[in-house]
């Protein structure tokens, strides 16, 4: 059973064992979280792997995406299943990917917003969550997850009632191992923004993944101050005809004091934590 360290004198050991040792690095292998923005293109798939062995998809880009670039990423890291699946909201650019990932993975659990769309693309999703036997559970505010490895995993949104716009209502997820707290957005706009802040759950990060492709209908500085990241990952399509990422957003990131990375211009983005501290590792 995973155990949560007592983070403090964990790091201090690291820093011993660096300076002593000069083998924190290999050593840190296995103790490590990461979380990989994988380049779709004018979409969103963020795969998540804890130190523990869990692996946790949220998203997977549209349909090309999901067959072209997350089933052989996937496979190239060896993964044999998906302990979940999280679908932040019905729209192709991300879910679209999700059906050839299920058809080629076993999964342990869907996570999802729960909101009635009825594209074709999702009809046929959920009729092969339900072929398949998947668990489905519907993520709401305050909701925290036991994921083996993490400190915490704990849905900052949607809460209900739910706001108008499949976006707005995105599941919002904020996963903590030990001093690094990743926030991941979806969707979501300015008006489910302003709800997260009103709430009491804790929403400050070292890392943000910015929401909505950096529209500048999403970001705003309010927000921003109040998470307060370091770093900021925007997945978004080279030369997309929507403008994205918004040169507004990219302003406010700016203020908020964040270092921005895009998959638009360096692919498939890693960030990689002992605990202690991380860093941003550019794919190969």
Sequence with gaps: MYRKRNWTRFCRL??????????AGTWAQGHELLIHFLDVG??????????????????????KAGKQVVTPYLKR????????VVITHPHFDHIGGLIPVLETFPVGQVLADGQIHT???????????????????????????????????LVLSPQEPL?????????VL?????????LLTGDIEA??????LE??????????????HGSRTSSTLAFLEAVGPEAAVISAGADNNYGHPHSETLANLKAAGSRVFQTSLVGTIIVVSDGCSYRVVIDD
Excluded: W
């Excluded at 690291?14 to 083998?23: G, K």
């Excluded at 890291?77 to 979940?84: E, H, T, V």
């Excluded at 969550?129 to 925290?144: E, H, S, T, V």
């Excluded at 759950?201 to 890392?207: K, S, Y």
């Design 77 to 84: 890291l060896g993964i044999k299943s998906l302990d979940m």
């Design 42 to 63: 004018q979409g969103d798939s963020i795969l998540i792997q804890t130190p523990a062995g869990a692996n946790i998809l949220v998203d997977a880009g549209d349909t």
């Design 14 to 23: 690291m820093v011993l064992a660096a300076a002593v040792l000069l083998v």
């Design 191 to 196: 008006e489910a923004e302003l709800r997260i």
């Design 119 to 153: 594209s074709r693309t999702y009809e046929n999703l959920l009729i092969l969550i339900d072929q398949k036997g998947i668990p489905f559970r519907l993520a709401r505010a305050g909701n925290k997850l036991e994921i083996p490895g993490l400190d915490e995993f």
């Design 163 to 171: 706001l108008k716009g499949l976006n707005n209502n995105s599941v």
């Design 174 to 182: 904020a996963l903590t191992y030990g001093k690094t707290r990743v």
């Design 199 to 212: 709430g009491d759950l804790p929403i400050e990060a070292n890392i943000l993944k910015v929401a909505h």
